[in-house]
């Protein structure tokens, strides 16, 4: 496996690949890597001849009160997990590489990025267009892998893609959880073992509200309600958002007619914790 922070020397290695008509699979991480990314880069090993996973914890989709330097890193760790998984190749630029002093053009999405955590964190899905379209432009990807935890981000980075006519299949992979429910993070390392527990009120008040939607009620205000009360009941949570949007275009529904995302972040002490479910239909 070969690890490298040169865009120059990515573009020749993946340029002799592609002229070999190898295929390429790109998984982007920001790194400090769990099982969850492990199951991108095993899918991505299946449905590629190589595999490229990017690690860069990219400054610019952090905002000013955000945790950029304390974000965990073990460099170590992952090479580890890539070589296991069967990555051909490592892509961990500096940030100086990626943005030198004099970088003016960055990619933005408008609509999609205004609600959940966009309306909380602005600028942040700006720097995740800008940095996920600069590794497109370098690795040129056949496909490229995500986690559906990050549903808003899943969205954008699809509409991106349409919209911009980039030439890579998105390729979505489920939330990889804990034995006991909490959706894998890197962010799961700084809670103290009383959080630990009590961030465990988020998958269950969304396992909640997927058993209710299944048995058929339709109110997302209902709905919405029963989510928030279920985590509320916990003192060491502090709710963020609790939103039912519809899938595609992200908008709060009043009413479950449609393929819906019930989505959620949420404060456990310090730690800012997302998860989700979508909602395709009840069985009829
Ligand atoms: O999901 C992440 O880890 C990051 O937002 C991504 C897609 C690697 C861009 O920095």
Not at 262 to 281: H, M, Q, S, W
Request: charged residues 25%; proline residues 6%; glycine residues 8%.
């Amino acid at each position: 496996m070969i690890i490298s922070g040169s865009v120059q020397e990515v573009r020749e290695l993946i340029g002799n690949w592609k002229k070999r008509g190898f295929s390429v699979g790109l998984v982007p991480t920001m790194g400090y890597l769990h099982p969850g990314h492990m199951s991108l880069i095993e899918r991505a090993r299946k449905e590629n001849d190589m595999v490229v996973v990017s690690i860069f914890v990219n400054p610019i989709q952090f905002g000013p009160n955000e945790d950029l330097d304390k974000y965990p890193r073990d460099m170590a760790h992952d090479r580890e997990v890539c070589e296991k998984a069967g990555a051909e190749l490592i892509f961990a630029p500096q940030p100086s590489e990626m943005y030198p002093s004099d970088n003016f053009a960055f990619v933005d999405i408008k609509e999609l990025g205004d609600g959940l955590c966009g309306a909380k964190r602005p600028g942040h899905f700006r720097g995740v267009c800008t940095v996920v379209s600069k590794l497109f432009n370098i690795v040129l990807p056949n496909r490229a892998y995500f986690g559906e935890k990050d549903a808003q981000q899943l969205a954008i980075i699809r509409r991106m893609v349409r919209d911009l006519n980039f030439g890579t299949e998105i390729v979505s992979c489920p939330i990889v959880r804990e034995p006991d429910g909490l959706a894998m993070s890197s962010r799961n390392l700084y809670l103290s073992p009383e959080e630990r527990k009590a961030a465990l009120s988020i998958s269950r008040s969304l396992g909640e509200a997927k058993e209710l939607m299944r048995k058929g009620e339709k109110d997302a205000v209902k709905i919405r309600d029963i989510i928030t009360a279920g985590i509320s009941a916990e003192p060491l949570a502090k709710i963020d958002y609790a939103e039912i949007v519809d899938s595609s275009d992200l908008r709060p529904v009043q009413r479950i007619e449609k393929p819906v995302l019930a989505a959620v972040a949420v404060y456990i002490g310090k730690t800012r914790l997302i998860d989700n479910f979508t909602f395709e239909g009840a069985a009829k």
